[in-house]
């Protein structure tokens, strides 16, 4: 008898409640979670969310093998949503996903009690998970961050997911303070986005089996996954979902050879979502397919017309777009 991975998933949760002898297990479908996990974009037209769009490039996700969806973070454009329409993209997520797949809201917050409101609202949408981005633009210590964090993580019970992203936060949430970060039950993972392997190996180092670590960066899934990672939160899975989903696979079923010849075939296409800020490439990649508008929310705009070139370009050479 084959299982699908969801059945798998379903049936480790079953066995965990056993084991824990807790009919209240939270966060359940978080439990055992590996693989590619596509950080959604939130698409517009005119201004406003399509919530018509968002529910097709949902599906297309789950069609196409995605082991999870994190809604409203940076590719979703989450700093640019008011709150109602944040928790709306959330909710809109929930419900199509239909629990087949776990799904992770973006709740993060420069502010701790509204990162807690968000997280708090996240979980009565029925959300499986938060993930939390380091408060930016208020530059905290590593003190203040470990003190954030434990705040939200003390007040709502929902597995929790840091966000390390200093390129944009402006601030680093460093190996040891991830370390004493870990003891605490709601906080299971970290969405580790450096760029560094060496920061990456020294959390997984640091943490062992209290903290599971994913790739915040689509251009180092191998290399991490090789050092400990379950996986990667994926920029470049919004285009090629079963791309990136059969690199995971390939690596956890042990056929490294094709997981890393997969990685070194999606390299230039993982480079070219950055080419501009994320998530103007990856939007007018969607926009190319035919999959949503490609508009972008001030302060965000439309890619030069030279990237657009070169974008359109790499994807043909990936025959994810017709050759002109």
């Known amino acids: 008898m084959v299982f699908s991975k969801v059945e798998w998933r379903l049936a480790q949760i079953t066995v965990y409640r056993i084991l824990c002898g807790n ?20 698409p517009f037209r005119s201004g406003k969310v399509d919530y018509h769009k968002l529910r097709e490039l949902v599906e297309f996700q789950l069609e196409n093998g995605t082991d999870g969806i994190v809604a409203c973070g940076t590719t979703g454009e989450a700093s640019t949503l008011i709150f109602e329409e944040h928790l709306r993209v959330i909710k809109v997520i929930i419900e199509q996903t239909r629990r087949r797949v776990p799904v992770i809201a973006g709740t993060g917050a420069n502010s701790t009690s509204e990162a807690i409101e968000l997280t708090r609202e996240a979980k009565v949408a029925g959300a499986d998970g938060a993930l939390l981005v380091t408060p930016y633009y208020n530059k905290p210590t590593q003190e203040g961050l470990y003190r954030h964090y434990m705040a939200i993580a003390d007040a709502v019970a929902l597995p929790q997911i840091l966000y390390n992203v200093p390129g944009r936060t402006g601030v680093n949430l460093l190996p040891e303070t991830v370390a004493r970060l870990a003891y ?38 191998f290399p991490m996954m ?19 989903g059969d690199l995971t696979d390939a690596f956890f079923a042990g056929d490294l050879e094709k997981a890393r010849q997969l990685h070194l075939h ?37 890619m ?21």
């Open 23 to 42: 009919d209240e297990f939270q966060g359940g479908f978080m439990y055992g979670l590996t693989g590619s996990i596509v950080a959604i974009v939130t």
């Open 226 to 244: 090789a050092c400990g990672a379950k996986g990667v939160i994926s920029v470049l899975a919004n285009i090629m979902p079963r791309e990136v």
């Open 184 to 221: 605490h039950k709601q906080i299971i993972a970290i969405k580790e986005a450096t760029g560094s392997l060496q920061q990456a190996s020294e959390v997984l180092a640091l943490c062992g089996e209290k903290l599971d670590v994913y790739s915040g960066d689509d251009f180092i899934t």
């Open 266 to 302: 999606l390299l230039k296409i993982a480079n070219a979502m950055f080419i501009e800020s994320n998530p103007g490439p990856v939007k007018t990649a969607l926009n190319l397919m035919g999959k949503c508008s490609g508009d972008l929310r001030l302060p965000l705009c439309e």
């Open 304 to 324: 030069s017309k030279a990237n657009q070139v070169k974008l359109a370009n790499i994807m043909r050479d990936y025959r994810l777009i017709e050759e002109k």
